[in-house]
């Protein structure tokens, strides 16, 4: 039998090499695989579904992740995807799967963190799983949200002309995990160096306690905004606008000057020697929303606070490029995280 | 801080122990944790959600699992807790963890089984996510049904005087999996034996490849049959009696004469030394339906192939009890399966 390693097609290669031979035959399953989630129609409202994974040594690691943290975290990385969708959080269910070396009050922790969450975002938890693991913890959370049909923004619908923009800024969370890594092998080696967490206080807030758009797609429904394409920034910038280029069969240009980056995360990145620009494209995690709007529809946006305008939209034939601050044309990679 | 160990508390009572303290916010959310699905209302449909999370060395063991009846198995395992609900299975999401050993091919494998469980249960896979896990494989499925509000079937619909029905036979899956477990064992003693499993087909088949009961579903939608309460049979028909009890506030009197036995699972049984009622009552994932219907439905149910008559819903006072063959009244007691 023939064996192909699972590195050779990546994350969403597999997923699609995976997926394709799955038809969809209900007449209610509107969207399956390939946008932040899956909508199913239920009249006039949509429900809107999305799930999430989250493994012990791969998404995180509790050297340095309090668990309530990482409850709180879990939550907001799956109701982003909901509101990725121009829709609200209604139901979570958690499943957990734990070894026995967790104690009942490591996991009361965990789902405190969850509760907090389910608090702030008005979401409940309606059900799950928790079984036990031979190792580590595993924690699977599917969101399911409810959107107007009419108002629902997929991957696929920007258009050639249309704006690019961004909420919130990018790269502190990669940065912030970063440094919490740097100081864990510093502990490793020696236990009795204190960490030095440089006062990053926000860079470390942005990888361990992120929040969601909630406020963002509250707004869009407050000023009547409808993008007409959006999708959460989970594994970088770069990765973002590739899906939604390839879903809307569209090209972009990126300005590096319009891409938002918060002055703490540039001091930090340049004391660890890396290119900010490169810490927004490609590093992951900050949750916050790429989005695109008519050109029309630009003065509802322009005086919104956290929401920047960071490029346009082309023809397929154009590519994805970034234009420099030094005045330079390069294609875009899309790097983001490579879990296997 | 104090440590207790999750074993105190077990699956059940974890659960409850973690959830309790979230309240449901949303109008929507009509049934939280607690039933075999959570209830979404959606006008005149409701939507029905179920999660499970299947783990390498807990629920599964590829030694004698084929991957494609695991893909087949763990689709089962959820569209058979919406069937418990009354309602139809009608989306799936399938998030998988895997380490690197894995290829593409054993994944194609997997999927492939997955594929043909939503081809027969008519469901469509509408998303999920893969991921990398540092060992092992985890399967988590979330499966999303519709059913009509005033047709779905709750574990706390059950009133003194209803009749307990049982679909199908117990025990068989437990029973292939005994086979199957000893059949390694001397595998990995020996490597050149090649396995003896005896003709078992049948409760191989049980084990590796149960379906979910959704002819019986259909059954009630035809004749107009509503169950008073409705569980579906994953831990063994004593751990499901005392859900039902616990959730409608009612007793039980289980009939032994009444319980269905396959011939084949009574010989097997006999022939490992165990009593074949302690298996069907504490074996588990046979995936067939316990439910209650009042007394004046008994001629819907009478004559239809595979329904049969196990006892009946006494008063809270008469507590859970096993009527023997042999005459004896004992108290039923709730093993399950205990994952911690």
């Known amino acids: 039998m023939q064996r192909t390693d699972v590195n050779t097609l990546g994350e969403f290669g597999l997923i699609e090499h995976l997926t394709r031979a799955f038809p969809l035959r209900n007449a209610s399953s509107l969207k399956g695989v390939g946008d932040d989630a899956a909508v199913i129609e239920n009249g006039d409202f949509c429900t809107v579904v999305s799930t999430d994974m989250l493994v012990e040594g791969i ?3 509790l050297a340095y992740t309090p668990l309530k943290h990482l409850g709180y975290k879990s939550v907001v990385v799956n109701v982003s995807d909901i509101y990725a969708m121009n829709a609200f959080p209604k139901q979570i269910t958690v499943s957990i799967a ?11 922790e965990l789902y405190e963190g969850i509760r907090l ?3 702030y975002y008005g979401v409940d938890l309606v059900g799950g799983d928790t079984t036990s693991s031979p190792k580590g913890m595993v924690i699977s959370i ?10 629902l923004a997929y991957r696929s619908g920007a258009r050639a002309g249309d704006l690019i923009c961004i909420t919130g800024d990018l790269g502190a969370a990669y940065l912030g995990l970063q440094l919490l890594e740097r100081e864990k ?8 160096v204190q960490p030095d967490l440089e006062n990053q206080q926000y860079v470390i807030g942005r990888q361990l306690k992120p929040e969601a758009r909630r406020d963002v797609i509250e707004t869009f429904l407050k000023i009547g905004l409808k993008p007409t394409s959006m999708i959460d920034i989970s594994d970088g910038l770069a990765s973002e606008i590739f899906h939604i280029c390839r879903e809307s069969g569209v090209g972009a240009l990126i300005e590096e000057s319009g891409v938002p980056i918060h002055p703490e995360s540039e001091l930090l990145a340049l004391k660890f020697k890396l290119d900010p620009i490169t810490c927004a494209l490609s590093g992951g995690e900050d949750y916050e929303l790429l989005f695109t709007i008519k050109p029309e529809d630009t003065d509802k946006i322009r005086f919104l606070p956290e929401i920047y305008i960071a490029g346009e939209i082309m023809d397929a034939s154009a590519g994805v490029k970034l234009s420099t601050k030094g005045g330079n044309l390069h294609d875009l990679k899309a790097q983001g995280w490579v879990h296997f």
Request: contains cysteine.
């Open 59 to 61: 998404h995180f690691d």
């Open 142 to 151: 599917t969101a399911i949200g409810q959107g107007e049909k009419e108002r």
């Open 98 to 108: 734990i070894s026995n070396r967790y104690s009942v009050e490591a996991l009361e």
């Open 185 to 192: 092998r510093i502990w490793q080696e020696n236990p009795d």
């Open 117 to 119: 969450a389910c608090e």
